[in-house]
């Protein structure tokens, strides 16, 4: 209910860090690995975005992605 929320999701940093932030990582990994499984003929439709050196946020900002049925 904040007037001006972010529009950013993050695990915070120093002493707000999130405790669950290693199991939700932990998590999106092995879904990854799932959907790749179930759905092989994901590809990249596209250059990823890569978040800049030195930043808080690391790896992918964006990765396009297309699916089509085998």
Do not use: V
């Amino acid at each position: 209910f904040r007037q001006s929320p972010r529009q950013h999701q993050t695990f915070g940093g120093g002493r707000k860090y999130c405790l669950g932030a290693h199991l939700a990582r932990t998590e999106l990994q092995e879904a990854l690995i799932l959907l790749s499984q179930r759905l092989p003929c994901l590809a990249l439709d596209g250059e990823p975005a890569w978040a800049p050196p030195r930043s808080l946020l690391q790896g992918a900002i964006r990765m396009p992605i297309r699916w089509a049925a085998c």
